[in-house]
């Protein structure tokens, strides 16, 4: 994964109100907060189409075709990705 300057400017930021490790069994609650208050940042960092200023998304489903709702999936996806990375850091600390 590639780090810009905006990437590492809205982790210390982060870090400077949640602290450097998040328990996410003793804040469960923590990661929707920072998504929440920090969602506008993330927005920012992926550029005005969401895709981080990179190549356009895929194509769109063709007509008649059913699309999943991917919106929760990969808000899910993304959360499970943080607290990995909040495990390895975790980890690195201890």
């Given amino acids: 994964m590639r ?7 809205l982790v210390e930021a982060i870090k400077k109100r949640y602290g450097k ?23 920012e960092v992926a550029g005005p189409d969401g895709t981080g200023g990179g190549p356009g998304g895929p194509p769109p489903p063709p007509p008649g075709s ?5 919106g929760t999936a990969a808000v899910l996806n993304l959360l499970l990705e943080l607290q990995r990375e909040v495990r390895a850091l975790n ?3 201890k």
């Fill in 3 to 9: 780090t810009n300057p905006k990437d590492l400017e």
């Fill in 21 to 43: 490790v998040i328990d996410l069994d003793k804040s469960p609650t923590a990661i929707l907060e920072i998504i929440q208050n920090y969602r506008h940042l993330l927005d």
């Fill in 66 to 70: 059913t699309r999943p709702d991917v």
């Fill in 91 to 93: 980890a690195k600390v």
